[in-house]
């Protein structure tokens, strides 16, 4: 079992629709990022979250830290924000990301 | 303020030749962090270098070696090449450790083995 899962893997819905993507985490963590990829590959940070709840115009993420999880939702999606949205955490002391499969978002017209 | 940059955006070798790619992080930022991404086995976590020393090993085997230079610049290489190698290869810089880490990325580089 991946120490970081996320659901769903795929999700295509129409423009303004309210999204979540979810993640769940098995590792103690000291943090947890959003991380959104674009086709040709470069990573953004949305997020970085170690408690409570964070937003940024429509991305809004939470995080239970109890229950190891966190969700990203995007209100009134929009086509360009079509794209891979990563679910990685900081486990611990180590200085390394352990990443979510990913899930590819697309939103249509 | 510039970025992390990393170099060359594309890649194309043949199985058996070495590789070598670079990082810049952002000024400033002394923790650059590697990272592999393909499809079959998604992101995965290669090394972290911070003030020239390696800080952290994924589960790699020896023919992908890195190094940090003074001025925080990364480099990586892959020897041997094998058709497995094909990835995109991304790097991360920081300030240092903890929750920062995984906030600036660079654009990649995309290696393909033929």
């Known amino acids: 079992k991946n120490e970081v899962e996320q659901s769903p893997q795929n999700l295509t819905a129409q423009e303004g629709e309210f999204i979540t993507i979810n993640c769940s985490y098995s590792?103690?963590?000291?943090?947890l990022h959003w991380l959104q990829q674009h086709p040709g590959g470069g990573i953004v940070s949305l997020f970085m979250l170690s408690s409570g709840k964070k937003k940024h115009g429509r991305l809004i993420a939470t995080i239970n830290i109890q229950e190891k999880h966190s969700s990203l939702h995007i209100t009134a999606s929009h086509p360009r924000d079509s794209a891979v949205y990563i679910c990685a955490v900081l486990s611990g002391t180590a200085s390394k990301l352990t990443f979510g499969t990913g899930t590819r978002l697309q939103v249509t017209l | 303020k510039a970025g992390v940059t990393q170099t060359p955006r594309y890649l194309i070798k043949t199985r058996g030749q070495q590789v070598t790619l670079s990082c810049s992080p952002i000024?400033?930022?002394?923790?650059v962090s590697w990272y592999q991404q393909t499809p079959g086995q998604g992101l995965q976590f290669l090394f972290e270098y911070f003030s020239e020393t390696q800080r952290n090993k994924g589960n790699f085997p020896g023919r992908f070696s890195g190094r940090q230079f003074s001025n925080s610049r990364s480099e990586m290489n892959v020897s041997t090449l094998e058709l497995g190698d094909s990835a995109l290869y991304l790097c991360?810089?920081?300030?240092?450790?903890?929750?920062?880490?995984?906030?600036?990325f660079g654009q990649g580089t995309r290696l393909t083995v033929v």
């Open positions: 590792v103690g963590i000291s943090a």
């Open positions: 991360a810089s920081s300030l240092g450790s903890g929750e920062r880490l995984g906030a600036f």
């Open positions: 000024s400033g930022h002394r923790s």
